[in-house]
């Protein structure tokens, strides 16, 4: 079952443009020139109940203005938006009961209060009763281990802990889709993998519905089956995490220590990437040349060492992101 | 409906009540900021004394109507910054893109951004509204008055800077307005209505509406005047309706931001 469709969504902003300098600034003042940028362009999609979907693309690729549209922050110049079979244009209070929003880049939480008062007060928000608020906060905290912090306020807390609160208190009023926005922007990889085991676990217990966004690869290979890109307001690729990678399976990446040079200048498919002293990355086109031509070519006996790779997962993102 | 009213207003009793939470944390600055509110408020009334020293009437109003506008101009502002503080920092709430986390709450994102903060220094102001209106003579019939014309002036000067600030949504950055418009009706409460003639006068009762949060209750506490209550509790409640649909039309128009923003 589909609970988020969007159907040839678009959205325009209107920006102001100044000449350089102080008489850029004076012109500006009689005469303003506006720019408008589309900012999200035409774009469809559907997500269904359940899964862990990757919304990626490059700095002002519009994956933002999807999401705030989605929760009824921006309003869409054109197009249709249905959450949860509630349009979040019009009816922007039913749909906060039932979705749930962390944006890594804007605090939720009151910096002087504690975790806890913080939930209790979400709690209120969402009309939840007091006992069965105090219920879910203990339910929430075993589940994302806070006890440790919870009656800490929360400007005293570390990052790591601040976003396990804020993802909390989203949760607070069992939404049923997840929007979260770049949810572990400036944390260390110790943090992040326990943000992403929680985020899996919550996902599995109660079935939620996550919408991610993040620049972190490793946040989308790891939790996501499906992958959304969007680049300059358009979608430029809809499909699954495996389908990405196996498209660019027929790419591999020689790194290899020889005795002597080798030189490929005859050899189709062939990309050197980096060459210094007798040390040499090659990016191998296996739909023009085999691996074990190369192989041949190099001579095994020649070999001092050697690493045989897939492309990262980052780099055929990036690949991606260059073509869009 | 009437459960959603109750709802709406259970939040915002519960933020007001965690802002001053917060505030209660640092006791000592608290406590200091509210007392000196008080002190400084009490400074101009000094200046009343001498002026009514020499002179037995000024532009109409007794000593004890001065203590009565001061008394009122003080508790009027007192409300509205100790409760609706963040609408006179709306503007850069719009413009910055801080209105985000109200939007994806169920809740009135009006009542939610300019209710989130607190100023604890219009305590001070609330109370010393209260304390000038003892010394001014207190009976049970001016202390009901007084505490309702604090809370309609109170919601007025709210509007107007609402309707202020939402001007952002259109021009950009409308803070120094908002400022000077918010300013300019604090400052002219503070002086008897009897002073302003021609133009000026007919400005603070039409478009500066100082006449109701100031002039009018004053006028209605010496001599009570049904019309004239009728007439501010009727404007108060248009211009409140017509602030949230001004409001809600500039929403339309919110652009949102990507800056890095934490909530204090």
């Given at each position: 079952?589909?609970v988020?469709s969007?159907k040839?969504?678009?959205?325009t902003f209107?920006?102001?443009?100044k ?7 004076i012109?500006a003042i009689?005469k303003?020139?506006?720019?408008e940028?589309k900012a999200?362009?035409d774009?469809s999609?559907?997500v269904?109940e359940?899964?862990?979907i990757a ?8 994956k933002s ?5 989605l ?11 249905n959450?949860?079979g509630?349009?979040?244009t019009?009816?922007r209070?039913k749909?906060?009961?039932?979705i ?5 880049q ?12 913080n939930f ?10 007091e ?8 339910e929430?905290s075993?589940l994302?281990?806070?006890?440790k912090?919870?009656?800490?306020p929360?400007?005293?807390l ?8 804020e ?12 929007f979260?926005?770049e949810?572990?922007i400036?944390?260390?990889?110790v943090v992040?993998e326990?943000?992403?085991?929680l985020i ?8 939620t519905?996550?919408f ?13 089956k499906?992958v959304?890109?969007?680049n300059d ?7 699954s995490?495996?389908n ?13 220590k020889l005795n002597t ?6 050899t189709?498919?062939?990309?050197i990437?980096?060459e210094?002293?007798?040390r040499?990355?090659?990016e191998?086109?296996?739909?023009q040349?085999?691996l ?5 070519l ?5 070999i ?11 780099e055929?993102?990036a690949?991606?992101?260059?073509k869009? | 409906?009437?459960q959603g009213?109750?709802?709406?207003l259970n ?5 007001i009540?965690y802002?001053l939470?917060?505030e209660m ?6 406590i200091m ?27 109409g109003?007794?000593?004890n ?5 001061w ?13 609706f ?21 169920p809740?009135?994102?009006l009542l939610a951004?300019?209710?989130t903060d ?7 102001d609330?109370?010393y509204?209260?304390?000038v ?8 019939s001016k202390?009901?008055?007084f ?5 309609t002036g109170a919601i ?9 600030g ?17 300013n ?17 006068r ?7 509406p ?10 209605i ?7 004239l209550t009728?007439?501010i509790?009727?404007i108060?409640?248009i ?5 949230f649909?001004?409001?809600?039309r500039?929403?339309r ?7 890095m923003i934490?909530?204090?």
């Open positions: 079952m589909s988020i969007v040839h969504l678009t959205k209107k920006i102001k443009e000449k350089k300098g102080f008489s850029g600034s012109s009689f303003p020139i506006y720019k940028v999200v362009n774009i999609f559907e269904e359940g899964e862990i919304f990626i693309g490059p700095n002002g690729a519009g203005t999807t999401i705030k549209m929760t009824g922050i921006l309003y869409p110049d054109s197009g249709e938006i959450v949860l509630i349009n979040p019009r009816e209070k749909l906060a009961y039932e749930g929003t962390v944006f890594g804007k605090e939720q939480l009151w910096m002087h209060l504690t975790a806890y008062d209790k007060f979400f709690g209120a928000i969402y009309d939840i009763t006992k069965e608020t105090e219920k879910r906060i203990e929430l075993k994302f281990d806070l006890e912090f919870i009656n800490i929360v400007r005293n570390s990052l790591g802990q601040r976003i396990r609160c993802i909390v208190a989203s949760l607070i009023h069992k939404p049923k889709i997840l979260l926005d949810p572990t400036g944390l260390d990889p992040k326990s943000i992403r085991k899996k676990k919550m996902n599995k217990e109660y079935r519905t996550i991610l966004t993040s620049h972190d690869i490793s946040d989308i290979e790891k939790l996501c499906r959304v890109i969007i307001g358009k979608i430029v690729m809809d499909d995490m495996s990405l990678k196996y498209h660019y399976m027929d790419k591999k990446v020689i790194e290899v040079k080798v030189n490929f200048s005859n189709k498919g062939i990309n990437l980096k210094k002293e007798n040499l990355r090659i191998i086109d296996t739909k040349t085999d074990t031509t190369v192989l041949k190099i001579n095994p006996e020649n001092m060492d050697i690493n045989i790779s897939n492309i990262p997962l980052e055929i993102i690949q991606i992101y260059r869009g | 409906m009437l009213v109750k709802n709406q939040v915002t009793i519960k933020t009540k802002g939470m917060r944390i640092n006791k000592t600055s608290f900021n509210v007392i000196f509110m008080i002190l400084n408020n009490a400074s101009f009334i000094i200046q009343w004394i001498v002026i009514y020293s020499l002179k037995e009437d000024v532009g109003y007794t000593f109507q001065i203590l009565l506008l008394a009122i101009a003080a508790s009027t502002y007192g409300f509205s910054h100790f409760i503080k963040k609408a006179y920092s709306l503007s850069d709430l719009i413009t910055n893109g801080k209105l985000d986390s109200f939007l994806v709450q809740k009135n994102v951004c300019i209710t607190i100023e604890v220094s219009a305590l001070g609330l109370l509204g209260y304390i209106l003892i010394i001014s003579g207190i009976t049970v202390f009901i008055l505490t309702f014309f604090s809370i007025i000067i709210t509007d107007i800077a609402v309707l202020l939402s001007l952002s949504f259109w021009i950009g950055r409308s803070d120094m307005i908002a400022d000077t418009g918010n300019l009706m604090i400052n002219f409460s503070t002086y008897p209505d009897g002073i302003f003639k021609g133009a000026a007919i400005l603070l009762l039409t478009v500066i100082v006449g109701l949060t100031a002039y009018f209750p004053v006028w506490m010496t001599k009570f005047n049904f019309k009728f007439v509790i009727v108060t409640v211009l409140t309706l017509v602030t649909v001004i409001f809600y500039g929403l128009r919110y652009s949102s931001s990507n800056l934490s909530k204090i």
